[in-house]
């Protein structure tokens, strides 16, 4: 944000401040699982000179969901006394918060105490980096992500208290599209679209979709880093709106094996200026040979960097077949079998979707990773292999990584993104990885005793 348009940010705010409009400010960062993270400060501290920079323990960006402090991290350490960084408000997120009063929030990037340099393995960095790498390939990306999510009857605080069993979805059955269904729910949703769109997000809508109390919410395609900071405030929003609605709404990819998974599909273009790179009127599909590259690189880095696009143990539990998650990196056209979907071929508007990631994807590496898997396939000219026909669940080449510990493995082992990211970066994320799968492995889970304490 240039100077002129942080003091016409600043004298805005300082306006609200003076008339007591606002009162709180909501500085906040990324965490390495997508929340948002970090402090309310006083609206007159802020606009007094807050706004030029806040600190946060440096142990926020090595845990795990619990916010506990795993060991095995090269960037912070008991031994090395978890020390501070710097939170740098970026003031061009900085934006109202209809549903909270008296409230702005403002994003911020996170910055090495001592050398005031970007924290290479903060997420919204790690975008950034990419975005500069394809800067210089003269190119922008415009992204849109999904967010599909369930809401249910009870509060979260219900739930937790009956130890997340006897979850009650908000409705009774499939309700995609199904708009009687979801008037029941617009007590929820009403407001999540209408605060949404106060707070600056371009919301387009709001449907039902392919499961009891299943949600998605779209939000208007934009430059990637726009994306991923309106992905991440949407999905915050909509858990504090369901919470003071008295009901919960969770990101959790596969709640119950017998009902269907939350995705986050990941569209994406690359534009020069007003142009998209990636429409070529000559071409059957309208695919330009730049866009065949790029894609070529999705299909042949995606276990690579499916970590990025499925972060936990349950994130595995969708890649069921016949379930509208995909199970192989093949591409299609407009097919929703296939990991990759041609979308809008023959027109200006042609781009390609994602299936691969859950709910629980942090947007910013996700489109990070593809992003540089796509650069590689540009560089390198990859040739794009045909596209697959028919129910592409019936394959069994290009398979998925089948669970977390193989994603680990394809993360570690990826000379692509270590040269796009850098050694260090891969290495944090695979030691998150290892800390979920530790965890995991020494936890007795209720479907191991009530299936063997008899019979076993």
């Not at 209809?98 to 409230?103: I, V």
């Not at 369930?150 to 069993?165: C, G, M, N, T």
């Not at 858990?239 to 994406?268: C, D, M, N, V, Y």
């Not at 082992?413 to 998150?432: I, K, N, T």
Request: charged share 25%; with cysteine; net charge negative.
């Amino acid at each position: 944000m240039n100077s002129a348009a942080t003091v016409d940010a600043l004298s805005a705010l300082e306006a609200q401040v003076r008339n007591g409009d606002v009162d709180t400010v909501l500085a906040c960062f990324v965490d390495m699982q997508g929340r948002l993270m970090g402090k309310r400060l006083h609206a007159r501290h802020f606009v007094d000179g807050g706004w030029e920079e806040t600190h946060c323990c440096n142990y926020l960006l090595a845990t795990d969901l619990e916010m506990a402090t795993p060991d095995g991290y090269a960037s912070t350490s008991w031994q090395a006394g978890y020390g501070d960084y710097i939170m740098k408000p970026d003031l061009a997120t900085l934006r109202p918060v209809p549903w909270l009063d008296g409230t702005v929030l403002v994003l911020c990037d996170i910055l090495d105490h001592h050398s005031h340099t970007p924290v290479a393995h903060a997420p919204r960095t790690m975008l950034e980096r990419q975005l500069e790498r394809l800067e210089e390939l003269g190119l922008d990306a415009m992204i849109a992500s999904e967010l599909e999510f369930f809401l249910f009857e009870q509060s979260v605080d219900e739930i937790r208290q009956a130890d997340f069993r006897d979850l009650r979805p908000i409705s009774g059955y499939n309700e995609d599209y199904h708009i009687f269904q979801t008037a029941k729910e617009e007590h929820v949703l009403r407001p999540v679209r209408n605060l949404l769109h106060a707070a600056g997000i371009p919301v387009e809508g709001t449907k039902g979709e392919a499961g009891c109390g299943q949600e998605e919410l779209n939000i208007k395609y934009a430059p990637a880093l726009d994306t991923a900071d309106y992905h991440t405030i949407a999905k915050h929003a909509i858990k504090e709106i369901a919470w003071q609605k008295g009901r919960a709404a969770t990101f959790l990819p596969k709640w119950h094996q017998e009902h269907s998974g939350s995705s986050s599909h990941i569209h994406q273009s690359l534009w020069q200026g007003d142009t998209p790179v990636f429409y070529d009127a000559s071409d059957e599909l309208g695919m330009s040979s730049l866009m065949k590259h790029y894609l070529a690189g999705l299909l042949k880095y995606a276990p690579d960097y499916t970590y990025f696009l499925a972060p936990y143990i349950n994130s595995y539990k969708r890649f069921q077949k016949g379930s509208f998650a995909p199970t192989r990196t093949v591409w299609s056209v407009d097919n929703r079998t296939a990991g990759f979907r041609l979308c809008a071929s023959g027109t200006k508007a042609v781009r390609i979707e994602c299936r691969i990631g859950g709910s629980d994807l942090n947007p910013y590496l996700a489109i990070a990773a593809q992003l540089a898997a796509g650069m590689k396939g540009i560089n390198d000219r990859l040739e794009l292999p045909p596209p697959a026909v028919g129910d592409t669940y019936a394959g069994d080449s290009g398979l998925i990584p089948q669970n977390l510990r193989d994603a680990k493995d394809a993360l570690q082992g990826s000379s692509m993104l270590r040269e796009a990211l850098g050694d260090a970066v891969v290495d944090h994320y695979v030691r998150a990885a290892e800390v979920e799968l530790e965890d995991f492995d020494r936890v007795v889970t209720h479907y191991e005793v009530a299936r063997g304490f008899e019979r076993a």
